[in-house]
């Protein structure tokens, strides 16, 4: 991460996942990281999808500056139920499980970590998004409670990125689609379709944060840089 201060300071939520697992060592082979705070549900017990549990990490963390945040949460499948392949399959308690932890989750770590983030100078903070979560984009239907929670999370790093613009000058604040990677996020749902090893797609998407600027804050990217509809 060229773009960032030598030494920087790392936070990376999600980190067991496959993605977050493979930036995880990207961040650790990187000498000009400083610090790297790892995070995840699994192995840390942070539970994005209840404030308490986020308001208790954003505490212990208070006396750093991140100069770069990454949230590589988000799912599919929650609690054994897939996409809907039709409205007709709507279930609101599925829906709401998906919208607090696509959407609803990544707004309380914004509401609390991103005030950890350095002032002064230049921060990325970039949370996983996902294509289908484009209203533009959508040409098949399907998927209607993930595709709309992530279409909320978008909405919601938009907002939060004009927000953090006036008392973080130098910040740039992104959602990111990650591409088809090779998790088992994506197994039951890409079958015949090209997939990128985990440690692929974070190496591209790393390169992607680093290369943009602060004009780009509040914007939605594909890991090869391209610019995504909202």
């Known amino acids: 991460m060229s773009s960032l201060p030598q030494g920087y300071v790392a936070l990376l939520i999600g980190a067991s996942g496959g993605i977050g697992s493979a930036m995880k060592r990207i961040l650790r082979n990187d000498p000009r990281c400083g610090d790297l705070t790892a995070l995840s549900r699994r192995d840390d017990g942070l539970d994005i999808t209840e404030e308490a549990s986020v308001t208790a990490f954003a505490e212990k963390l208070r006396g750093k500056k991140f100069h770069l945040l990454v949230c590589a949460t988000g799912a599919l ?22 919208f607090r932890l696509n959407a609803i989750g990544p707004a309380l770590l914004m509401k609390h970590f991103l ?9 990325i903070s970039a949370f996983l998004s996902a294509r289908v979560g484009s209203i533009g984009d959508n040409r098949l239907g399907g998927w209607i409670s993930y595709r709309s929670s992530k279409a909320a ?3 919601i790093i938009r907002t939060a990125s004009i927000e953090f613009k006036r008392t973080h000058p130098n910040a740039v604040l992104v959602g990111i689609h990650p591409g088809t990677v090779e998790t088992g996020l994506s197994e039951p749902f890409s079958r015949g379709r090209e997939r990128m090893r985990p440690e692929d797609a974070a190496s591209r998407m790393m390169e992607t944060l680093d290369a943009l600027s602060n004009a780009q804050t509040g914007s939605f990217v594909a890991y090869d840089g391209s610019s995504i509809e909202w």
């Open 77 to 98: 499948t929650i609690d054994g139920v897939g996409p809907e392949k039709t409205i007709r399959q709507l279930d609101p308690d599925v829906m709401a499980a998906q």
């Open 115 to 123: 005030p950890l983030l350095h002032r002064e100078e230049r921060t």
């Open 153 to 155: 999370l978008n909405q």
